[in-house]
């Protein structure tokens, strides 16, 4: 079959990722340059330990297997399968690790608490004070910045990939058999797969008007390289409150007890940090829903960020070398990872994963592989 990838981000990417593994011929058409949305605006994790039980939690372990066979496919995506700590501060954090131990699914997670001493032995480089820390051994990472370009020439060595950046697609074609684009080309194939992120305008409305998917913006930023490695992801105890797995009544007293201070609650915060293959640091982030967004970026999460991190480190941290914003797609269905639509024939639409994308995208793009007959 000859199957046309609308969206150069990393669900698109691992779309195609799929259809060249099947045996079948890829156009990948994107209409930037290069992707510059939240696929190259992450941490790279590959997160596991927070994902709601049941279907969330089953894609992102089928992922995870995925990310590793990938990872050893084309090791320029640096894939590495370091873990995460979730560093818990006050007997109320504590209990929240304790009862995610408690599900019946903490096994498959990798989930294990650790005392301080256990923990820097993970991860020596934490030196700050806490009680404990939430270890997740099936959690990675992966260079979220360059694992793209590395895919794609991955899958232009083998002859049946095309890969053609700088044009935006406007219609289907009338034949319902591929897609015209803004230079006026058009593409024929047997399936199209729009996986457009946050572009959720132009043709993607038209085809799905009522589409329940919603927008998020988020800020991060990252340092210059730290003197010492940084052996695992890492995470505080306030990403407790923003991951489904952790819900419970553990959670309800931490909340109780501890309300956030006013500046991670405005901006809806969470610590995670992880750092890139250069020694640099990816720390965040911020969680924005109501559009229209601001076009600027605060000062005030970022100084909260950084003493956060210092705090887990035990020094100061490097210098902030780059700050900035973006923009993920997210899917209002609660019960779903991913929107996925079948909008016209041999056309789907495949958006609205979220903070979820980097995790799962190839176990979401394997799902609808199969749902497309691949």
Not at 40 to 68: C, K, P, Q
Not at 85 to 111: H, K, M, S, Y
Not at 347 to 355: A, F, I
Request: aromatic share 6%; hydrophobic share 40%; glycine share 12%.
């Amino acid at each position: 079959m000859r199957v046309i990838v609308v969206g150069g981000g990393v669900l698109g990417t691992m779309h195609a990722w799929q259809a060249i593994d099947r045996g079948h011929e890829v156009v990948h058409i994107e209409r930037e340059r290069e992707a510059r949305g939240a696929s190259v605006r992450n941490f790279g994790l590959v997160w596991i330990g927070g994902r709601a039980g049941g279907d969330e939690l089953h894609t992102a372990l089928r992922a995870r297997e995925l990310w590793e066979r990938i990872g050893a496919d084309v090791p320029g995506t640096g894939f590495r399968p370091n873990g995460s700590l979730t560093v818990c501060r006050g007997a109320e954090e504590v209990a929240v690790a304790e009862a995610a131990l408690a599900l019946p699914d903490a096994a498959e997670r990798g989930l294990k608490l650790l005392t301080p001493g256990e923990a820097r032995e993970h991860n020596p480089a934490l030196r700050g004070t806490f009680d404990a820390a939430l270890w997740c051994e099936r959690d990675g990472a992966v260079e979220s910045r360059i694992a793209l370009p590395a895919l794609r020439a991955h899958l232009a060595a083998g002859g049946r990939y095309t890969w053609l950046p700088g044009r935006e697609v406007r219609d289907l074609l009338p034949s319902g058999t591929g897609v015209r684009d803004d230079h006026g080309h058009s593409h024929e194939g047997d399936l199209v797969l729009l996986c457009t992120g946050a572009w959720l305008t132009g043709l993607v409305r038209e085809l799905a008007p009522e589409l329940p998917v919603r927008r998020v913006r988020l800020q991060m930023m990252q340092t210059d390289p730290l003197d010492e490695r940084l052996t695992t992801s890492v995470a505080d105890g306030d990403s407790f409150r923003y991951y489904p797995a952790y819900a419970g009544t553990a959670l309800e007293a931490l909340r109780s007890a501890h309300p956030q201070a006013p500046v991670p609650a405005e901006h809806r915060m969470q610590l995670l940090m992880v750092q890139r293959l250069d020694g640099g640091l990816t720390i965040g982030d911020t969680h924005e829903y109501d559009e229209p967004f601001t076009f600027d970026v605060d000062s005030a999460p970022y100084e909260h960020l950084a003493e956060v991190a210092a705090g887990l480190l035990g020094r100061p941290l490097p210098a902030v070398r780059r700050r900035w914003a973006g923009v993920y797609a997210q899917t209002t269905d609660t019960a779903r990872v991913v929107h996925r639509e079948q909008v016209a024939p041999a056309t789907w639409l495949v958006t609205g994963p979220g903070g979820r994308g980097m995790t799962c995208s190839p176990a979401i793009a394997e799902h609808t592989a199969n749902l497309a007959g691949l």
